[in-house]
């Protein structure tokens, strides 16, 4: 007989209140699960018979399965049609402020996303120190932008500090997305049109927690995309909704979309220029490259931070490429990141020399004003072609990525540029003297492999003209008392500088295709075979041109008879050296502008002996005019021109093209004597000499083969010295 073990006083309670206590646990759990309290009758009794009626527990057992299919169980008819009920929507909570959050779309679908109020209520992000300030010309500031930068985030650091006291109070959040991949064309044809673009939709009520194409317009603002590209801005103090829609596609179109949408409530993440102009502009292409250049971006001058801090940059700016016929970034020209995956050519920061993305980048003061600008050189191009090019901004410069405010970047405008076709025109920059020269000019492919020696033989050439032209400078009295001085506007400082960018402009001939059909181009070293081998038909080359229009021809003489491959202007170079050591045979040539000529003889001593020829006696074989065809066409050379593109951005270009003409004639003769170009009629004391050459001396070189055989117009070179060295004439035509 067993016995219970007897137990203590102080046992005995325990044991009833942990008894008690496992009792009222084991009703709590119940009444917390009420399906499990409920009890199901069986059909059948405990005799075997059928129950009458039905089991009063029954429809809450029913009515909880149903609801877990998605069956709505209060159908009609006794619930005999069951129903399927809509979920509800995915929402994605947005990854936090200044946060790309990236998703793909398939067509027909819809993307909820959430910005919940702890990321609204969340500190400012620190913008950190972005790019230099834009400095006027006019209104200058002598306050460093390092200082003002300190002052802004002790400004703003207050500013958070509040923000954290008043996180009830409404903020503005930013909203702006970026298309990045867009569906593959399947079609059998040419893609004429991107596939359709996304669309934005952001609820303008805190109820509204479903915005998209099915939703009340009343509550919501719809954004289409534009180039891949959307933003918008609204106030909001609490959790707030947002969604992306994709349009069903066409036929030819297959795959999905991926796009980057980021919400913050210090700036726009992505953002395009609200310029009208791309701030991308082409100085000059061949058949294998692009010179392109940005605005100035900087008014200030030299002696100021701002410009030091503009040229103490490497690349603050990338620029984004591909042929017009690539159809991959086409319905992304305002996306940042579609450009960037899609671009046959993309720039990067941390690349500067080009070395793996084929665009070299560098500041430059070359061009306009000389002020502070960046240099894209844009190589791996095709001849004969068209091509998009997009200036971009990496971030906000000088930081990129998640996390930091404009960290998806920003785009400009699009230009378009073409590339040359005839193979004999490079690229030419970065001299040492003739610094301004960024334009193409006669050349061969082998000459441009060895670039290094390629640039020398056209500075070192224009250099040794000049170092003649100084030695009988110094022969003039320039620092003298002002009634001893040779003119009481002009120096001896304003004539080196005008016979510089004359002499660079005309020993240094700007180069064009000779297939180029413009009518202000003038035919060069016509007799000479391409490099390739190939000559001009003598079909072309004996057909009579007359040089000067108004000049006398009389019958027998050389003027009369004169063939495309007698004249001087036509069969050969401006520059001696192009035919006889670079040899690129036949080309076309875009003439100086005239105003430089002018320019020269007015600010030099008479006593040098500098002329122009007159108009229809050689004036239109040796310089061009600004005038042109009256849309921004570059139809003259000077040093700084930039090329009207037209096409994607004619009308910013065209805008650019005029200021590089006002600057032009500003340079050569709206500052003379307050003098415009109406006032140049040709009444100055010019040399000009319509009889045979007798002499065409250059140095080393007593005189030039075939030059006495044609009538041609010069500037003579005068000047008196004692130096062996120094040239008696010097041609400015041809």
Request: charged residues 15%.
């Amino acid at each position: 007989m067993l016995s219970c073990p007897k137990l203590s006083p102080l046992q005995s309670r325990f044991l009833a209140s942990l008894a008690t206590l496992a009792l009222l646990g084991l009703i709590y759990w119940t009444i917390g699960h009420p399906p499990l309290a409920y009890a199901a009758e069986l059909d059948f009794d405990g005799a075997g018979e059928p129950r009458g009626g039905e089991d009063h527990n029954w429809h809450r057992i029913t009515q909880e399965a149903l609801e877990e299919d998605g069956v709505d169980p209060e159908g009609d008819e006794g619930h005999t049609t069951p129903v399927l009920i809509a979920r509800a929507p995915v929402v994605s909570s947005t990854g936090g402020n200044n946060i790309a959050n990236n998703a793909n779309i398939e067509a027909g679908n819809t993307s909820v996303w959430l910005f919940p109020v702890e990321q609204l209520q969340s500190r400012h992000a620190d913008r950190g120190p972005g790019l230099p300030s834009y400095v006027e010309a006019v209104a200058q500031t002598n306050v460093a932008h390092g200082e003002l930068r300190k002052r802004h985030d002790s400004e703003q650091d207050d500013t958070q500090d509040l923000d954290a006291r008043q996180n009830a109070r409404a903020r503005t959040i930013y909203i702006s997305m970026n298309t990045c991949l867009q569906p593959n064309y399947v079609g059998s044809g040419t893609q004429s049109a991107a596939p359709p673009q996304l669309t934005l939709y952001v609820a303008t009520d805190e109820s509204n927690e479903n915005p998209g194409p099915q939703g009340s317009q009343g509550n919501q603002r719809a954004i289409p995309l534009d180039g891949g590209f959307a933003a918008t801005s609204i106030s909001v103090d609490d959790s707030w909704y947002m969604s992306v829609h994709a349009p069903s596609l066409p036929d030819n179109f297959t795959g999905v979309w991926n796009y980057e949408l980021a919400v913050s409530i210090d700036d726009y993440f992505h953002s395009v220029s609200n310029d009208t102009d791309p701030n991308l502009f082409l100085l000059d292409s061949d058949s294998s490259a692009a010179l392109l250049v940005t605005n100035n971006l900087t008014q200030a001058d030299p002696s100021q931070q701002s410009f030091k801090d503009w040229m103490n940059l490497t690349a603050p700016y990338v620029v984004f490429a591909s042929n017009v016929n690539d159809t991959r970034t086409m319905g992304l020209s305002k996306s940042f990141c579609g450009l960037n995956k899609n671009s046959q050519i993309a720039g990067a920061q941390d690349q500067s020399d080009g070395s793996a993305t084929n665009v070299q980048m560098q500041m430059t003061t070359r061009g306009l004003g000389n002020k502070p600008k960046e240099q894209f050189y844009v190589t791996a191009l095709n001849g004969s072609s068209t091509y998009f090019a997009t200036l971009a901004q990496v971030g906000n410069s000088t930081s990129s990525g998640s996390g930091v405010v404009g960290g998806g970047g920003k785009v400009w405008q699009t230009t378009v540029f073409p590339t040359k076709s005839d193979g004999n025109c490079a690229l030419l920059y970065n001299l040492d003297f003739c610094s301004e020269v960024a334009y193409a000019v006669p050349s061969t492919p082998d000459l441009v492999a060895n670039y290094s020696r390629f640039q020398s033989l056209y500075d070192n050439f224009t250099l040794n003209y000049y170092h003649n032209f100084n030695y009988s400078l110094q022969q003039v009295p320039c620092h003298t008392t002002s009634d001893a001085q040779y003119s009481l506007a002009r120096n001896c400082d304003d004539c080196a500088k005008a016979y510089k960018e004359w002499l660079c402009a005309v020993s240094i001939p700007r180069c064009e295709d000779f297939s180029s059909d413009a009518k202000w181009l003038q035919r060069r070293n016509m007799g000479q075979p391409f490099f390739n081998g190939t000559e001009l038909p003598s079909s072309l080359l004996n057909q009579h041109y007359t040089p000067m229009s108004k000049a006398p021809t009389l019958e027998g003489t050389i003027a009369y008879s004169q063939t495309y491959i007698s004249s001087v202007a036509t069969n050969s170079s401006r520059n001696p050296m192009i035919d006889e050591v670079i040899q690129p045979g036949p080309y076309k040539e875009v003439l100086p502008c005239e105003d430089l000529c002018y320019s020269l003889v007015q600010s030099c001593p008479a006593a040098l002996g500098f002329g122009c020829p007159f108009p229809g006696k050689g004036l239109e074989a040796s310089y061009g005019s600004r005038h042109g065809n009256g849309n921004g066409t570059l139809t003259c050379s000077f040093l700084g021109a930039y090329v009207y593109t037209g096409g994607a951005s004619s009308v910013g270009a065209g805008v650019m093209m005029s200021r590089a003409w006002r600057f032009g004639v500003q340079r050569g003769i709206g500052n003379v004597h307050g003098m415009g170009e109406q006032d140049f009629d040709m009444t100055w004391s010019v040399i000009i000499l319509c009889t045979e050459l007798a002499e065409h001396l250059v140095p080393d070189r007593p005189s030039a083969v075939g030059m006495e055989k044609n009538i041609e117009p010069f500037i003579e070179y005068n000047g008196k010295t004692t130096s062996s060295q120094n040239p008696q004439a010097v041609s400015a035509s041809k």
